[in-house]
């Protein structure tokens, strides 16, 4: 059949949202049977003619039909159902570069969550440690603060010397930590106690102010992060010497029927939380109440939210990413992500780029996918030996993941200059 | 009388006069044919002639016609005048018929009348149709005849003006006389019927105007031009206004543009229409009354007025009567007089049995239904042929071996020998023909043939009609985790009541509690350590308030904190406050039986440091323990102790019970009921149910199994799950029957663990082989509807280790994941 195939010729067009690559736009009559590395070198002669400025070859990625080419240009129109009689319209952008393995940073502990910043990376390990690393690899510090392993860890401010991080654990708490950089000394400012069972996730909001925790107790909780004492906490309770500085929930977001497993901030009011009673809330945080219920039909282990597109991904027990539109009334999954072997444990979309995630699944494979790609991820990460539990993409230079071999893997996202 | 009865009268009464008319008429419409053929013949002759006709036959049809009338009348009423009789002279041929229909009169010979009569007819064909369709049969005779009239006619016509002059200076002179002729002529006129003036309305309904400029007003029914009357100007109508007497009521006929001389009685009429009177002048408006209806109560009352119409109509009660009679003998329920003689008769008659009649009904049918053939004798081969082809024939082996097998004829080849013949006609005749057509007729005489029912049952139709199991998702279908870390067997794993963690007891004597998700070991307790055995069973306090551990190590019952990592800090407090000191034994005596088999043990400070919180040594070692839905209670099992196999553990008040006194067989485990207080114990083959507060046997299950591995029951708390080391796995419907539900063969080796899901309608067995098998186990609510079970999904359990496979199953309180305690040291959930 393919040979069959083969024999087709297409009238395509070029376009793209990149001026600074654009082509002349003139049909252009090519084999059904390229594939695209044979796009991209006929892209490359293009330019060349006409813009004789760009030097070096360019790599570049082709979308048909709304999708990322990935096998031969005729196979893709067969899936599709598109007729190769029309002229086809490919566009194409530049192709996110290949991330590099940049450092591998070993832990006594597996590495349960992770969290990155632009110089420091925290992450927290099933030994109820949290450490602190540099982005080059140098461990700044390990932290044993918890009773039980840390599950959740964020990054929450940086003002000079002072950095302000939050970690959660299945100790039933969160503690927002200060950590002086110079000095490289850190303090549990405040022990945030209101969970009745192990703090599973965390998220801060973007502002600072504030972080949702969501825990095995089903409840989401809202806390604050300031350092000093509220003047609503109690005289009483602030008087036990032996619970420390100790903080309680500003609102305390009852729903869900299982466990949390993932909270997000969407804006200053709206919390994202996914639970493993298939549901995925929206939370009012003002009211405290719920906003809007999106179901799924199997227990969600991660959720996260891009505001860039407006849209969340999800991984869910089974070997599936599901992108989610809350705009949408219906719980109709917008599209399904498959590549994993294993369950999925950790999504996290990129903080620049509104059609990247990643995901780290307990395959050992830390995925890098392109939203119109629903079959093959842009990037396999491998280099995990086990289960990786953990990713992270905040800094958008650093892909981040976590795994129970006890190591933290850096990939260093290439100099991108598409903004 | 009413007034059509006088006109019915006057009709009478005119008929005698009606000859006189009709003979009157004739010859005018003679007169009319002649012109008719005059036209014709005018045309034929000249120009001279036509004009002439045409103005003599207008100006003739008015006065001539009023000549005639008055001519006639004359005649009939007066003897005939002299004056006249000239007259009719010279009116020539309608005179004279005149005279024959009047007096019929002989003279003028039979060939007169005849053709006369021949003559009438043609003209009353004339009247009714053109007259250029006359028949061909009498064109000859008019043609002899006609000439000889027209030749008479001419005559007459030549001198009618001059005649027409005279006569109207005569009717002048008579106008007094003339009065009454006149009125009978035009009573005759009004009498006849309206076809009569139809023939000179031939404009039809259009307002006379339009003809003004035309010399004519419309055409007759010959399509001829009916002229003008001749205009008069004002000194003509003064003229005629002296001279004419009857002036005064001639007026005009707007259709034909004729004057119209008005009869005595149109101006009686008119007079009458003026006065306001009814215009018929014999109606008699002051009849007398009758009086048909009077408020008087006659005697004999008058019935003389019109019937009723409805005594003109068929009666409507007689017609349903009647009806009803047609049906009843439509449908036979009634009989005619001729039926019922006939069927008389027919009883009279005397009934002989028909004896060379067939026996069944109808000859045709018999035999048809159920007709077997015969089974069809194959055809004949070459072999068979007279002139057999050479390679049928045997040749000297051949023979050799017909020969040989000369005893046992039946193995031969052929049941006969092919023989080659030069023709058809050397073929001798078959000496067994008639031996074989004998045996032929035996065999199909003495082995009767019958119609085998074959049924076509085909191996779906066997086949329970099951759902789709992708119909009844959610269940396990594949491996997604491994828990690793035991270094022996793994026996026994449970999870806690949240689904968060898992519990795990094996061979190395550890328990293990992991985090479910992760598949993280979170704590290891050395369970068996003291006692120097493996763990056997493990099983997570169901209550949510306690974070409790049971492990059965050995002899020992072991209870344990799960540890700080697995629980909340909170629960494990008040689990360990609750446990810390024992309640007060005082008001208890335990009785030696008891005491002899289970100890509560103090726990010494190193071991609760482990996490032990209660240790309770037995007699024997355990194999089996379950907890009861509320946490309170724990029945253990013992190895072989016979009477005493049984232990019933009370945490709260640290007392052991021995539920049972006699040995009832070879105890394998033993369960709470998840709702009621009932326990369910199965021994080798029979799970007896029994009532914990009544102390007594509910129900005995036969299971049918040779050795019980053990058992689950639903949570519903009606349906159980056994399973057997013979591979079986056995439902009971408590509420059906004692005996099995159904019987599930799904394993190829012994079954050692099912298990019930708590939420979805699932279950699971695992055993020796390496499957673990997933099913459907719908309970309804509803007790018409037996449980549907369905077989869903069979697991790849790996790592068979001598023998062993998988040896516990735990579904996940909340999720569809299934959790095996393998063989190969390691926990596997499914997802």
Sequence with gaps: MSAEIAEVQLQVRFITKQEQYAVPDSPYAIQSNVQSSDLNTLINALLKETNPSIEKTVEFDFLTCGELLCTSLAEHLQDKGVSTEDTLEIEYLERFPAPAPQDCLMHDDWVSTVHAHSNWILSGCYDNSIHIWSTKGQHKLAIPGHTSPVKAVSWVSFNGDQAVFASGSHDQSAMLWVWNVTRNSVDCVVTCRGHEKGVECLAVSADGNRFATGSWDNNVCLWSTSLSDEDNVPAKKRSKPELGNTREPLTILKGHREAVSGVQWMDFNTVLSSGWDHLLKLWDCELGGLKQEVAGNKAFFDVDWSPLNNSMITASADRHIRLYDPRSTDSIVKTTFTSHTGWVQSVRWSKTRDTLFLSAGYDGQVKLWETRSPRTPLYDLSGHEDKVLCCDWSNPALLVSGSSDNTLRIFKAKHYEST | ?831
């Excluded at chain 2, 763990?535 to 344990?560: I, M």
């Excluded at chain 2, 335990?590 to 289970?598: F, G, I, L, M, W």
């Excluded at chain 2, 253990?636 to 232990?647: D, G, H, I, K, Q």
């Excluded at chain 2, 053990?710 to 009606?718: I, K, L, S």
């Design chain 2, 1 to 831: 009388m009413p007034p059509f009865r006088s006109g019915l009268l006057k009709r009478k009464s005119s008929n005698k006069e009606s000859n006189s008319s009709d003979s009157e008429k004739v010859p005018d419409q003679s007169d009319e044919g002649s012109g008719d053929e005059e036209l014709i013949q005018g045309a034929l002759n000249g120009e001279d002639d036509a004009t002439d006709s045409e103005h003599e036959e207008e100006s003739g049809a008015a006065s001539d016609q009023e000549q005639d009338a008055v001519l006639f009348d004359d005649s009939a009423d007066s003897t005939f005048g002299d004056d006249e009789q000239v007259d009719n002279d010279s009116e020539g041929s309608s005179d004279l018929t005149d005279s024959e229909e009047e007096s019929g009169d002989e003279n003028d010979g039979s060939s007169e009348t005849d053709e006369e009569s021949v003559d009438s007819g043609a003209e009353s064909g004339a009247v009714q149709t053109p007259s250029g369709v006359s028949d061909a049969s009498d064109t000859e005779k008019k043609d002899t005849k006609q000439k000889p009239r027209k030749t008479r006619q001419a005559k007459p016509k030549s001198e009618t003006t001059e005649a027409s002059i005279d006569r109207l200076a005569d009717t002048i002179g008579k106008a007094s006389v003339k009065t009454q002729p006149v009125e009978k002529k035009d009573e005759y006129e009004s009498g006849d019927t309206s076809d009569e003036e139809d023939r000179r309305t031939t404009v039809g309904d259009v307002p006379m105007w339009w003809y003004n400029e035309y010399p004519h007003v419309g055409y007759d029914l010959d399509a001829r031009q009916v002229l003008r009357p001749p205009q008069r100007d004002h000194i003509d109508d003064f003229l005629k206004k002296c001279e004419d007497p009857d002036f005064w009521r001639t007026v005009r006929d707007p259709n034909t543009g004729q004057d119209v001389v008005l009869s005595k009685q149109d101006l009686e009429l008119i007079r009458r229409l003026r006065e306001g009177h009814v215009p018929d002048p014999t109606h008699d408006e002051y009849q007398p009354w009758v009086e048909w209806f009077s408020r008087e109560v006659l005697a004999t009352p008058l019935r003389a007025f019109p019937e009723h119409k409805r005594s003109f109509l068929p009666s409507r009660s007689e017609q349903q009567q009647i009806g009803r009679i047609v049906h009843a003998l439509k449908m036979g329920w009634t009989k005619t007089r001729k039926q019922l003689a006939e069927e008389r008769r027919k009883k009279r008659e005397k009934q002989f049995y028909n004896l060379w009649g067939s026996s069944e009904a109808d000859p045709a049918q018999r035999g048809l239904q159920r007709h077997i053939p015969a089974p069809r004798r194959a055809l004949p081969g070459h072999a068979e042929s007279y002139n057999p082809p050479p390679e049928y024939l045997l040749d000297k082996q051949e023979m050799k071996e017909w020969d040989k097998l000369s005893e046992t004829p039946w193995k031969r080849k052929y049941t006969f020998l092919p023989t080659r013949h030069s023709s058809l006609r050397a073929v001798p005749a078959y000496e067994r023909y008639t031996r074989e057509r004998f045996l032929r007729c035996l065999d199909l005489y003495l082995a009767p043939r019958a119609i085998k029912m074959r049924l076509t049952i085909t191996a779906d139709d066997l086949v329970p009609k099951l759902p789709s199991p992708r119909d009844l998702q959610p269940f396990p279908t594949t491996e997604v985790l491994q828990f690793k870390g035991h270094t022996e067997l793994v026996r026994s794993v449970d999870f806690d009541p949240t689904g968060q963690y898992i519990v795990s007891g094996g061979d190395d004597g550890t328990v293990r509690v992991w985090e479910c998700s992760s598949g993280r070991c979170l704590r290891t307790l050395r369970a068996g350590a003291g006692a120097g055995a493996g763990v056997a069973r493990v099983g997570w306090a169901p209550s949510a308030a306690l974070a409790l551990v049971a492990a059965a190590a050995g002899r020992a019952l072991l209870l344990l904190a799960p540890g700080a990592p697995a629980v909340a800090a909170r629960l494990a407090e008040r689990t360990d406050r609750l446990l810390e000191a024992a309640p007060p034994q005082h008001d208890v005596t335990v009785d030696e039986r008891t005491s002899s088999c289970a100890q509560w043990q103090h726990v010494a400070p190193e071991q609760w440091a482990q996490g032990v919180r209660i240790s309770i040594q037995h007699f024997k070692p355990i194999t089996h323990l379950a907890w009861h839905a509320r946490g309170d209670y724990v029945c253990v099992t013992l190895a072989e102790a016979a009477s005493r196999a049984v232990v019933v553990h009370q945490l709260s008040r640290r007392r052991s019970q021995l539920p049972f006194s006699r040995n009832k067989g070879l105890v394998q485990c033993a369960l709470f009921h998840p709702t009621r207080p009932q326990l369910f114990v199965a021994t080798q083959r029979v799970v007896r149910v029994y009532d914990l507060v009544k102390q007594e046997l509910v129900r005995k299950l036969l299971t049918g199994a040779q050795w019980i591995s053990n058992m689950a029951v639903h949570p519903g708390g009606d349906n159980l799950l056994v399973s057997s080391y013979d591979r079986k796995c056995i439902w009971f419907d408590l509420e059906l029957s004692s005996k099995p539900y159904q019987t599930l063969r799904l394993h190829g080796g012994a079954v050692r663990s099912v298990a019930f899901h708590r939420r979805y309608p699932l279950f699971a067995s695992a055993g020796d082989d390496d499957k673990i098998v997933v099913s459907h186990g719908m309970v309804y609510n509803d007790l018409l509807q037996n449980p549907l079970l369905v077989p869903l999904k069979q697991l790849r359990a790996g790592g068979r280790r001598s023998e062993l496979c998988v040896l516990d199953l735990r579904w996940h309180p909340a999720q569809a994941w299934l959790l095996a305690a393998c063989a190969d040291h390691t926990l596997r959930l499914y997802a």
